[in-house]
């Protein structure tokens, strides 16, 4: 089953070979706070998804696409895994929802520009607190997304609707 361009957010798939439950982990593109966290979020997989008994359970963990991520297992293709996970794992993200890598680009784009703003007022002092950034990601949604009216939500800052 070829992987489909709408899941470019699987970042990558490893397999520990059995040794545990969750043999399989695919490594999401969501997650990551900065550039020095490398948590990501995770999808959990035992050898049968399709059993009632079976494991999947979205998890939270380190990743870091530059270095050994040997503690998660072997790295592994898409069509390395069997054709049900591959299946499993699409209806998963069509099911919870996941954001596209374009939804991550804008969000990343908004949050960059925030800290941008506080470097500059700062004079040139790093500021890469997540909550800061996100009252001020907050106030700008209420300017432009409710009072202005140039976008909706979405677009101003993607998100996953329950």
Request: hydrophobic letters at 30%; proline letters at 4%.
């Amino acid at each position: 089953m070829e992987r489909p361009d709408y899941y470019s957010t699987v970042l990558a798939i490893f397999d520990n070979g059995g040794e545990t439950i969750d043999r399989y982990t695919v490594v999401l593109g969501t997650g990551q706070v900065s550039d020095t966290d490398y948590n990501r979020d995770m999808l959990a997989l035992g050898d049968d998804v399709t059993s009632p008994q079976g494991f999947s359970q979205y998890t939270y963990g380190e990743f870091n696409p530059s270095k050994d991520n040997s503690h998660l297992g072997k790295e592994i293709r898409w069509e390395d895994l069997p054709e049900t996970h591959q299946k499993h794992i699409i209806w998963r993200i069509k099911e919870e929802g996941v954001l596209t890598s374009e939804e991550l680009e804008r969000q990343d784009f908004v949050d960059t520009a925030i800290e941008i703003l506080f470097c500059s007022v700062l004079e040139n002092t790093p500021h890469h607190n997540i909550e800061h950034i996100g009252r001020v990601r907050d106030g700008l949604k209420t300017i432009i997304v409710d009072e202005m009216k140039v976008m909706d939500e979405q677009e101003f800052y993607p998100f996953i609707k329950e």
